[in-house]
């Protein structure tokens, strides 16, 4: 059982920044990936930023070039750097963690809101 830990949300003007940050109950290396899905009000659940244990990432179009997704291994924690947002990024941002050991498990924070104001 992985557990995530989210912080860093909250309000902020157009054109501001954030940084969300997911802590894993155990060692980053472990879980195959981890990645920050959102979901605003009346919308589906939608995949942000990805990362896999190698280093490997993965962006929704819509957040290319204005967000990034990063790891500290000593930490044990993920990171999404969230520049330049606009008000269609108002959601809450769940991170998520994917583990493969012959069968696949998928783990949820609780999520943290991220709401900017035009």
């Known amino acids: 059982q992985v557990q995530l830990v989210e912080s860093g949300g909250g309000l902020v003007q157009a054109g501001g920044s954030l940084r969300l940050s997911c802590a894993a109950s155990?060692?980053?290396?472990?879980?195959?990936?981890m990645g920050w899905h959102r979901q605003a009000p009346g919308k589906q659940r939608e995949l942000v930023a990805a990362?896999?244990?190698?280093?490997?990432?993965n962006y929704a179009d819509s957040v290319k070039g204005r967000f990034t997704i990063s790891r500290d291994s000593a930490k044990n924690t993920v990171y999404l750097q969230m520049n330049s947002l606009e008000p269609e990024d108002t959601a809450a941002y769940y991170c998520n963690a994917v583990v493969v050991r012959g069968v696949v498990s998928n783990y949820w924070g609780q999520g943290t809101q991220v709401t900017v104001s035009s």
């Open positions: 990362i896999n244990n190698g280093g490997i990432t």
């Open positions: 155990e060692s980053i290396f472990s879980i195959n990936v």
